[in-house]
């Protein structure tokens, strides 16, 4: 079965350190690969995306996200957290065969920011 | 850039009755939205494709004559949660889909979402 897993619940980080998000996936082919971030009442927004090529994908308020085939893994990185950055973090996948554009969502991971 | 809108962003209602969510693509023509439903602590779960002038495409599990969707413009998706109860209650979001869905154009929006309680 099709699935997005994203292992972590809850995440703390202090201002200023790095930060990594972990999203695995389970699909039968490269899915299109997705970063949103959700703050409190609101909906998403679109951090980054994966479709295909450079495997290193850079993205708005300075997260990138690396895909790496043989892990299955699509996770999201910023090398120094705001605290600004404290949201909900969704990974979500897309078919590739599929022309519509039905996102398919991992759990969410919620992330903390210490000052 | 693309604004997708929902109204009412809050709505309490008694158990029984119907409730009704919009969704409107304010800068672009969507001939597909899509309705989602949070949970508390859980993921967004895909409800059901919307198709402009036609009928909309419910995921698995998903009572279709409970959630009814209907898009009759190319920029309005309503979703009417019928004889609503209790856990009804949740997060609803809808998404609109800017142009044709190929790679590195076809981008998703997504509205504020509405959240839903039932008395």
């Known amino acids: 079965a099709q699935s997005v897993t994203q292992p972590d619940i809850h995440i703390t980080v202090s201002e200023g350190a790095s930060l990594e998000l972990r999203c695995n996936y389970s699909?039968?082919?490269?899915?299109?690969l997705f970063w949103y971030v959700q703050s409190p009442g609101q909906g998403l927004q679109l951090l980054l995306k994966?479709?295909?090529?450079?495997?290193l994908v850079q993205g708005i308020k300075g997260f990138e996200a690396e895909f790496k085939r043989s892990q299955s893994s699509f996770n999201l990185r910023k090398p120094s957290v705001h605290w600004s950055d404290a949201a909900e973090y969704f990974c979500?996948?897309?078919?590739?065969?599929?022309?519509?554009?039905?996102?398919?969502f991992g759990r969410g991971t919620q992330l903390t920011v210490w000052p | 850039g693309a604004v997708v809108s929902q109204h009412p962003s809050r709505v309490i209602c008694k158990s029984g009755t119907s409730v009704k969510i919009e969704c409107r693509s304010l800068?672009?023509?969507?001939?597909?939205m899509f309705w989602y439903r949070q949970f508390p602590k859980k993921s967004l779960m895909l409800m059901a494709t919307?198709?402009?002038?036609?009928?909309?495409?419910?995921e698995q599990g998903v009572e279709k004559d409970k959630f009814l969707i209907n898009h009759a413009s190319l920029t309005l998706s309503t979703l009417t949660v019928t004889s609503a109860h209790p856990e009804d209650s949740s997060f609803y979001i809808c998404?609109?889909?800017?142009?044709?869905?190929?790679?590195?154009?076809?981008?998703?929006?997504f509205g504020e979402g509405s959240r839903l309680t039932v008395l």
């Open positions: 979500a996948v897309a078919n590739r065969g599929s022309t519509l554009g039905r996102l398919y």
């Open positions: 998404s609109a889909r800017d142009s044709a869905w190929v790679p590195n154009t076809g981008e998703l929006f």
């Open positions: 699909y039968g082919a490269t899915p299109y």
């Open positions: 994966y479709f295909s090529g450079d495997t």
């Open positions: 800068d672009f023509q969507a001939t597909t």
């Open positions: 919307s198709n402009e002038g036609s009928k909309a495409t419910y």
